[in-house]
């Protein structure tokens, strides 16, 4: 089984990218010495992401922090055998950059760069997504970060800047960009709203809402991993969502139902949530 693994392993490495779609950061860098600081992470108990670089196999997720306790390092253990390509953040003043790194100089990955930059108070301002050399430009991204008068992010609005006048697309773009609205209940997301920049300014019925329920009363280990999108939308709460809905509504506001998730968390005697076995 070890050579199967391993052969898997290397087989895969052409794949594997640092996870980086359309779901985006909280405030990052100011993060409160207080918080929970997760070694490790048993990645079934969120659950394995779409683009895993090696879809069938659990593994640990192996965290390192600076000595201010930002997320520096993340490396994937498949029970002893260390995947060659790790995710690294590093911090320039007002700028984060994450992206995919390798000790092994024989390996060949895409970096996949992001490029975060972050307000006087340590908050996301904007996310920049690259493309690889020689990847399609139209494709880049670029998000701007909103908050309200408590400091919670309240909106996200996705841009394609390389589209422009005279541009492939152009045309489309209104349906291309989005508006993400998020809502809260006491301490925890509750919902999050999400529409083409269309139908946003339209004020259209057509959008998305995501909501988020059945909270726990644990402390949230999550919160230092907003940088990693299988952790964002955690990250904005005091407690641990178990439960997510997604549902679709046409233009006039018929609500359709479109998937739902759950998830059974262990707790040890202090009742924090149990991240391995």
């Not at 490029?115 to 494709?139: L, M, Q, R, S």
Request: hydrophobic share 30%; proline share 3%; with cysteine.
């Amino acid at each position: 089984m070890k050579k199967n693994l391993l052969f898997v392993l290397f087989i895969s490495l052409a794949f594997y990218s640092c996870s980086s779609n359309d779901e985006d950061l909280q405030e990052i860098t100011n993060i409160n010495n207080q918080e929970l600081m997760p070694e490790k992470i048993l990645k079934s108990i969120i659950g394995l992401d779409q683009n895993e670089p090696i879809a069938s196999y659990d593994y640990y997720q192996l965290f390192a922090y600076n000595n201010q306790g930002k997320l520096i390092k993340v490396t994937r253990d498949y029970f002893n055998f260390i995947y060659p390509i790790y995710v690294n953040l590093e911090y320039n003043g007002n700028t984060i950059t994450v992206e995919n790194r390798s000790d092994d100089t024989s390996v060949i990955f895409p970096k996949n760069s992001v490029i975060y930059t972050v307000n006087n108070n340590g908050k996301i301002k904007e996310k920049y997504v690259t493309v690889p050399n020689g990847g399609y430009i139209y494709a880049v991204k670029k998000y701007y970060y909103e908050y309200n008068a408590d400091g919670r992010l309240y909106q996200i609005k996705l841009t394609y800047p390389n589209i422009t006048p005279g541009t492939p697309y152009y045309f489309e773009l209104d349906d291309f960009e989005r508006v993400d609205t998020f809502f809260y209940s006491g301490d925890n997301l509750n919902k999050i709203v999400s529409q083409s920049l269309k139908d946003y300014k339209s004020h259209s019925n057509i959008r998305t809402e995501t909501e988020f329920s059945d909270y726990d009363n644990a402390k949230n280990p999550f919160k230092r991993l907003g940088l990693l999108d299988s952790y964002f939308y955690r990250s904005l709460s005091e407690n641990n969502y178990r439960k997510l809905k997604t549902f679709y509504y046409d233009e006039n506001n018929v609500q359709s139902l479109s998937s739902v998730s759950s998830w059974t968390f262990s707790y040890d005697h202090n009742n924090n949530i149990i991240l391995g076995f």
